[in-house]
């Protein structure tokens, strides 16, 4: 019994004080071994993101583009410009690390003007019929200059603005949705189309697709998945009967085999992208795509 009242008073007086005097010190670092872990962690870290910050400045990362395919012709109508970041020192920094970390540190509008600008000057002598399509993060959808900027850099690069696909993950980041709207709805009167991206993963509003104005749905490569295929079949044919019901066409991407090729057109999707087409490349590289047969003919 006295043992237990001990133990009782430990964990009221000194216990826990011990345990928030450590646990205060260790976060700024105090504590040997506690915050030098923490501050490992974040060197590396730390050291992108100035690195991204001069990648930037310095016009070291560049569009690659990767072909989205009309499925009933075979033929090239598009290409996404999708990030890549090679350091001076030939290290390949894969966007999955610095994409997200732009949009921590306050840069992915530098980043996403600096690619857009590149990728319209790339592609503005392409064929008429050949449209680029170019993913914005949703924090840039309340950014009050987004729909002048973005006009701006296509009309200073030649291209027609009726050539650009806008790309918007649906997710439920949008903080003020009437700003969004009005943004999007901007950019819609320039003529250029909108598109939202990954479709069925995120969060999910069919009012977005009306208020927001959408032109084309893009089905996540996720429903492509060996496991459980009937169910997703069934979830991509309902995306696409949904679509077909709205006049809106759907891209599905991810797109490895000839089977998965085979039953996205049996479903009904209009246009598809993925490895089994080709991966992103430079633009002279993209460009000569556009000269070749049918690759899925």
Request: proline share 5%; net charge neutral.
């Amino acid at each position: 019994m006295k043992l237990r009242n001990r133990l009782d008073r430990w964990k009221a007086n000194i216990g826990p004080r011990h345990l928030r005097a450590r646990f205060t010190a260790a976060i700024s670092g105090k504590v040997e071994g506690y915050g030098a872990v923490a501050a490992d962690r974040k060197a590396p870290i730390r050291g992108l993101a100035l690195e991204l910050k001069n990648a930037i400045a310095l016009d070291e990362i560049e569009p690659h583009f990767q072909p989205i395919i009309d499925l009933e012709t075979g033929r090239v109508r598009a290409f996404e410009a999708l990030a890549r970041w090679m350091k001076p020192s030939g290290e390949t920094v894969p966007p999955s690390r610095f994409i997200e970390l732009a949009e921590n540190i306050g840069v992915v509008g530098d980043l996403t003007y600096l690619l857009l600008r590149k990728a319209c000057m790339a592609c503005a002598d392409w064929p008429a019929d050949v449209r680029l399509s170019f993913n914005i993060s949703p924090r840039l959808l309340q950014d009050p200059t987004l729909a002048v900027t973005v006009v701006g850099i296509v009309r200073e690069s030649g291209m027609d603005p009726r050539r650009l696909e806008i790309e918007i993950t649906e997710t439920d980041a949008i903080e003020d949705e009437a700003i969004a709207a009005r943004l999007l709805n901007e950019l819609s009167r320039a003529g250029i189309l909108l598109v939202m991206d990954d479709f069925g993963t995120g969060h999910s509003n069919l009012e977005r697709l009306s208020s927001f104005g959408f032109d084309k749905i893009k089905i996540d490569r996720s429903f492509l998945s060996a496991s459980n295929r009937g169910k997703r079949d069934q979830i991509v044919r309902a995306i696409v009967e949904l679509g077909r019901g709205l006049g809106l066409p759907t891209t599905v991407e991810g797109i490895e085999t000839r089977e998965q090729l085979e039953r996205l057109r049996s479903i009904g999707c209009t246009y598809g992208q993925g490895y089994l087409f080709g991966r992103a490349v430079p633009a002279k590289q993209a460009a000569l795509l556009l000269s070749e047969p049918p690759v899925a003919a």
